[in-house]
């Protein structure tokens, strides 16, 4: 699955070799929303997981899995109505087995998910 | 158990629907299975399914089990759950395409509508991820 594109686009990003901001729009026409849910589209808290990883992969070049999720909070739901536009701030600290990555999706008024876990590169 | 279609338990449906039938439920313990077919929206190119569609199916499955006693108990629709919290999350690996997914979801306590539960996803018998999580199921 590659939701660059398809249920995000990219339109603006600010890296260093640690730290990232991506500002995303979100798609409201992904095919996502026909089953989530039928008539009332919600962005699905698993997509805005993928969402950090795709980030997180662009700040380190490289292809990664979530090989754990310390903690995970969706804490205000999401729409492509509700927030058509969004920060995805990704931080990388890289340990033995692979990245220490912690993140979040905000917009100015809410913070829709924050996330704490490691990825691996494959 | 009385087999009720997947989709009178659960809201979601194509693209986004991941749990192909609640099979069985007891003591507060549910199981669920999903063959993981290759147009699964989570499939990765290299034909493995994302980590995303492992917490989506075990959260459907929980969802599933939820929607099992809404409707035991006279609802006529399942109730919309959303994820709330993710904790303790394991991979092992990823599932590839043709794999049957059997998930187990123990519910724990629930606490003004937050359900707390556990789930464990595994194929042919070797555990691919477990997770805490909190549901958060709309009235």
């Known amino acids: ?6 249920y995000y686009e990219i339109t603006g990003t600010r890296c260093d070799t ?75 600290a890289p340990t033995t087995a692979g990245y220490a990555v912690t993140a979040s999706i905000a917009d100015d008024k809410h913070t829709y998910i924050d996330f704490k876990g490691e990825m691996m590169s494959v | 158990m009385k087999s009720e279609s997947i989709e009178k338990l659960i809201p979601q449906r194509s693209p986004i629907l991941m749990v192909d039938e609640l099979v069985d439920v007891h003591d507060g313990v ?32 929980a969802s599933a089990l939820a929607g099992h006693m809404a409707i035991e108990a ?20 990823r599932p590839r395409v043709g794999d049957v997914l059997h998930t187990t979801i123990t519910l724990g306590a629930e606490v003004g509508g937050i359900q707390i539960i556990t789930g464990e996803t595994s194929v042919n018998n070797k555990v691919a991820a477990s997770t805490q999580m909190k549901i958060y199921i709309q009235e």
């Open chain 1, 18 to 92: 640690t730290s990232g901001t991506f500002h995303i729009a979100l798609l409201k026409d992904c095919d996502v929303y026909r089953g989530h849910f039928p008539g009332n589209p919600v962005c699905p808290g698993v997509c805005n997981i993928q969402t950090i990883k795709e980030c997180a992969e662009k700040l380190v070049d490289k292809t990664l899995t979530i090989s754990t999720i310390k903690l995970c909070r969706l804490t205000a739901v999401a729409t492509p109505t509700v927030c058509p536009e969004l920060d995805v701030t990704v931080n990388i």
């Open chain 2, 30 to 61: 549910a199981k669920t299975r999903l063959a993981v077919a290759a147009d699964n929206f989570f499939i990765d190119k290299d034909g493995l399914l994302a980590e995303a569609g492992l917490i989506e199916h075990i959260a459907q499955s």
């Open chain 1, 1 to 6: 699955m590659r939701l660059e594109n398809n």
């Open chain 2, 74 to 93: 006279g609802a006529t629709e399942p109730p919309v759950g959303y994820i709330g919290e993710i904790k303790k999350f394991c991979c092992n690996f």
